[in-house]
């Protein structure tokens, strides 16, 4: 089934620009994305801080957490959501929250990357080119926020057949991991989908 993007807040907002020309410039009105702190706690205590685009929060903070091995004991429906100037979720975990070995990076306003060692389980999934081809076409064609902003990177999962999760995001990684998140929350086995 199909998740649609659903914006808790606005991700993109009107801005005046100048346009460059060859005969000088042109004032006029442009959609740019919009881009918000994100502060992840658990349990009240700071675990880190991140940039993205303000939507599908729930989503990014679960695949964030899971894709890098901060934590394995998540407790995603009461996760907490506080948005303003800055966005605050709070994230029940059980156990501990690993942060070491964190690097920070300079990709999309600088982020963290954590070198931990993880085995990624290979399937035997195959899929044709043609079909390959075929969800790449729904997958440009999704990518909304990125046509009008062009400011925004998209990932998608597919079983091979259809796009099953989509989303957007100023940062690459964060796309991934929301579109990895939903499917966590949906409950989706990840083993045979690309």
Known sequence: ?????????EAKTKRKILRLKADGTEELEDSIAVEKKLNIKSGGKHVLSLSCTPSMIKELVVGFLLTEGISKGLCPENISVKYGDEIDVDVPIEGDVDIAGGVRTSGCAGGMAFGKKRSIARSGLSIEAEALS???????RRSLLHAETGGVHSAAISDGKEILYFAEDIGRHNAVDKAIGSAVLDGTDLEDKI
Do not use: E, H, P, S
């Not at 089934?1 to 807040?9: D, F, G, P, S, V």
């Open 1 to 9: 089934r199909m998740i649609t993007l659903k914006y808790a807040m």
């Open 134 to 140: 075929d969800i790449f076409g729904v997958f440009q």
